[in-house]
């Protein structure tokens, strides 16, 4: 080694892409990136070619495997030239995942989809976070659970995702039987690129307690239940995955000289356990300790806080103990319409005066928006929503839920709607953090993360404003891969320049903003009264007060068969003949 | 005269110009129309030249009465010459004005505003129907009425508007009392005209039924209800107006030689009595007899019914005996945004996309939106809309309230929130209907007039599907004019060739299309189930149930009270300073 500095990679794997970082282990500064596009992207309408005649149904992602590898072998390298620095001065790699993404693999590791005889069969690839189409299943066990009483379903808010782990493998079960029978594993495609780093197969304590219902006081589901499930099913864990669980912070093992060779690093390295994008951000936000909500915000919102305790609060996505910093237990719960929402709004509600004033002023419509939205005062707009264009996630759990907007005069424009929507998705977050409280788990600050409110100060503003709290902003842009890097350094260990636990790598290497949004006092009265508004909403209809929403969906469905089988009424209507004056 | 023929002439006093239509008396065929624009327009910012100094407050919309008068020197010749007929065959002419819409005279009908001693005063000139800065004194009405028990209140829903009579004399008063004291004269502009037509002054029954707080059997309000507004407008009735009101059907004099010399027309031919632009359309509509429905629809939406009997109906406008057609009660009721609100939904909520396609195809977005929103099913948008963006008229007289939509999703589009506004119009009127029914006044069809539903079929289909009725549309285009020239008919008697009453006049004169709009069954049974949604909504959120619309507006007004006195908020947010990496 030429000189005493330490560096790390993390690698962050999203959905269109994986990022890599090399990160300086003594401060968290990060010297150099590479981004891989995957070649072949999110499969949601036909697999690749050759095999492009096979097309998917609605509802469903997957990913190709080879593109993760082919991360390591293009972004790695390069973002260690790009960093300027000597590959043997890199001392540990961490990646984090989204999830659940999963894939069905040969005993060793080789994923079903490169053998001939299954890459014509969709379900032999990789099933992408937002593959949704495993509802039926992911409905039939929340349905088996709640019949036999499954203690866990508490620790999920009492419903499980159709993104998660056991939907998507029993979904492989029904509809491809061979290609269930032929895997020798299901697993994590967080676990499986760590698998190709080291040869070694390991599962993390993150996706198996957030997305497989482990815990490590209870493990997985019984077997019983499984095989209430279908009987095929039952040896699920025991034959197709793993009852070894391996911590966060630890390393999965070393760089394995293929590896080596395919990231230009050093062969016997540390490899972190796997990690999961959310939850990695939070101590690369500097927070390793309980008292700060963590929201990674995008299109959607993921909130993760730390507990000594683990209270049950209503309406969380999981709590897992060690599942996001070593020692506590990790919380997490989310919004599920944010940037998402804003976008929907700026593609479909926004007319054109906006987008011409956004292009004389090289600007996008979304600040044009901000700037118009900025100008107005708590209350002014007159308007106020309900988030839930995609359904509640935290803390009604109901999917079927859907956006509200109410106010509107002939005054209203894209502006005060902007606003308004802004606002909402700031009481759900209100919402989440005084069900928290009310658990019993204290939310003293906030610290954002994401590229939505690195772009947006009046976001940050009124979420400040709404929930009466301090708001502040992780420095990093890519708090993901950089968290993957420190958690690389920890796994590294102290002994080889790294760390001993997360919190001290925490301590000198992530950093906050200078920036900080502290509430109004004006305005959060304000919003205390509108928020008054929001929460009587929120549970006159997303507890049943008022049924429409759920009504206005079933009608919808019914309304969506129908078409299929006949012409429209309007079709049918009579042609109009003026009288002759 | 050289033929058997015989014409009357019906002049349509609009917002921004007037309209004269010759109308051949056998048939009601038209035959000439002309169109004059009111030089000086709406006034509603400045005073005309050489007083545009004088600069108008908010919600004030006045007119000059010249371009009153200039309307019958220009139009009524040049439609004679566009008939190509004789003038000299025309045997009467009759008025229809927008109301209420009045102004000061002295005791010989000269207008105020025509003083140099009063012409700088705003209120010295003709407050236009949509003046709305009365509300104060509207509000005042309202107030001393509800506690002095006034029986008329029942007639008008129990609350009167600010567009009224009363309300824009009592703003006279109080605001500019040099004006009220010179003014011989408060008179409805509808029976102004007449009396320039005529050179005598008589007040029709229609303005002073439903704007003027008169009925046949009580008359005006009595004198103590006008002291206990302010002691000097005890005698506004006696002082200012005239207890002598004459019925529809009824001529008001004879063409004076003058009036002969503006309009061409022989002096002496019958003068109707002034009548009302929605009001007249009925008749023109063909609809002279009890259970049908004619909604006048534009920007709003007037209903007029006809009854033999006058039980109390909530929420209605007003109910005039002889009020629309002699003989029966007439039922005003009303919807206050319609093709407002579709005109705002274009204008503020459409992207770039529907706008160029409109382009691409020389269609306007109108017929866009419409073009995609007859492709979806009744439910197929998935959204359920309250139609309160100019608050509620009818049966809820509440301009607090304003619009909701709900069921929002990322996949709702403008053509889906297009069809809820539709929608949401359709359920608005079969909540009049069934208020209708349900006090005893039956409805078996309806005839719809009006530029909005001749350009629009999807909405005239869907109007079908959800009330459950035949709907038809007016032959003419012009209703008001042609009613107009029908009761110039009836006033001319059979005698001189027209008609004895407005029933005979109907039969001959007004047509239906043959365009039928026939309820489809599964879609009526659809949105029956919609309607159940859309019902308890309109209780929920109008009858106080849940009080988010009033919290809204009350919030609104508070915070824009504040923006007088400081800067927004956000404007003392924190500057963000990323860290140095």
Redesign the interface.
């Known amino acids: 080694m030429t000189d005493g500095r330490r560096y790390t990679v993390g690698v962050d794997y999203g959905t269109a892409s994986a990022r890599a970082v090399v990160v300086d282990v003594a401060d968290g ?2 010297l150099g990136v590479a981004v891989y596009e995957y070649a072949n992207g999110v499969i949601d309408a036909r697999l690749p070619a050759p095999d492009d005649d096979v097309v998917l149904g609605p509802d469903w992602a997957l990913q190709d495997p080879a593109d993760y590898v082919e991360a390591l072998r293009r972004a790695v390298p390069r973002a260690v030239v790009d960093a300027g620095i000597d590959p043997a001065q890199v001392i540990g790699i961490g990646i984090d995942f989204t999830s659940c993404t999963m894939l069905p693999t040969t005993a060793d590791g080789t994923p079903l989809c490169e053998f001939d005889a299954f890459r014509r069969d969709p379900h032999a690839w990789v099933k992408l976070w937002k593959h949704h189409a495993a509802q039926p299943e992911a409905d039939e066990i929340n349905r088996v659970a709640a019949e036999l009483g499954e203690s866990w379903l508490d620790r999920y808010g009492g419903k499980i995702s159709s993104e998660w782990f056991f939907p998507k493998a029993l979904q492989i079960l029904r509809e491809a039987p061979g290609i269930y029978h032929a895997a020798g594993r299901l697993i994590e495609a967080a676990d499986w690129i760590v698998w190709q780093l080291t040869g070694v197969e390991t599962r993390n304590n993150c996706t198996a307690g957030y997305k497989a219902l482990w815990s490590a006081e209870d493990g997985f589901p019984d077997r019983q239940f499984f095989a209430a499930l279908d009987p095929r099913f039952e040896r699920v864990v025991d034959d197709k995955m793993s009852r070894t669980i391996s911590r966060l912070g630890g390393a999965a093992g070393g760089l394995s000289e293929q590896a080596a060779g395919w990231t230009g690093l050093r062969p016997g390295i540390a490899v972190a356990v796997a990690n999961v994008d959310a939850h990695v951000s939070m101590p690369a936000a500097s927070v390793t300790r309980p008292g700060t909500l963590v929201a990674i915000m995008g299109t959607s919102i993921c909130h993760v806080v730390l507990s000594e305790t683990a209270p049950a609060i209503a309406g969380m996505c999981g709590v897992v103990r060690d599942g996001i910093v070593p020692g506590l237990f990790g919380y997490e719960a989310g919004q599920a ?1 944010v940037g ?1 929402l804003f976008g ?1 709004f700026v ?6 005066e906006y ?1 011409e004033r956004a292009r004389a002023r090289g600007a996008s419509v979304h600040e044009i928006l901000e700037l118009d939205a ?11 929503a309900l988030d839930w ?2 359904g509640n996630r935290s803390i009604l759990v109901d999917a079927d839920l ?9 005054t ?3 502006a005060e709607i902007y606003r308004a929507l802004i606002e909402a998705t700031a009481f759900g977050t209100r919402i989440i953090i005084e069900a928290f409280e009310a658990g019993g788990v204290a939310i003293d600050q906030v610290v954002a993360c994401g590229g939505l409110p690195e772009r947006n ?2 976001l ?2 009124i979420y400040a ?1 709404v929930t009466g709290r301090t708001w502040r ?1 992780a ?1 990093s842009s890519q708090t993901p891969a950089l968290g993957s890097a420190m958690f690389a350094a920890v796994a590294a260990g102290a002994e080889a320049g790294g760390y001993a636990d997360i919190a001290a790598a925490a301590e000198r290497m992530a ?8 509430p ?1 006092l ?2 959060h009265a ?1 919003y205390d ?2 928020y008054a ?1 929001y929460a ?2 929120h549970d ?2 997303g507890r049943g007060g ?1 049924p ?2 759920k ?3 079933a ?2 469905l ?3 068969d ?2 299929h089988s006949g012409p ?12 002759a ?1």
Chains 1, 2 share one sequence.
């Open positions: 500064r990060e319409s998402d929907w593609e479909r509600g926004v007319p054109p987008h900025a100008a107005l005062r708590p209350a002014e707009s007159g308007l106020l264009w995609n859907s956006g509200m907007l109410v106010g509107m005069t002939m209203t424009g894209p100060r009046l940050m503003q404003d902003l420095a950093h906050l903003r200078d920036a900080v949004f502290e109004d004006a305005s304000v009264r509108l508004e009587r909403l006159l209809f008022d429409v929403m009504t206005l969906k009608l919808r019914e309304a969506l129908a078409t429209a009424p309007v079709e049918r209507a009579a042609v109009e003949t003026p009288v004056g």
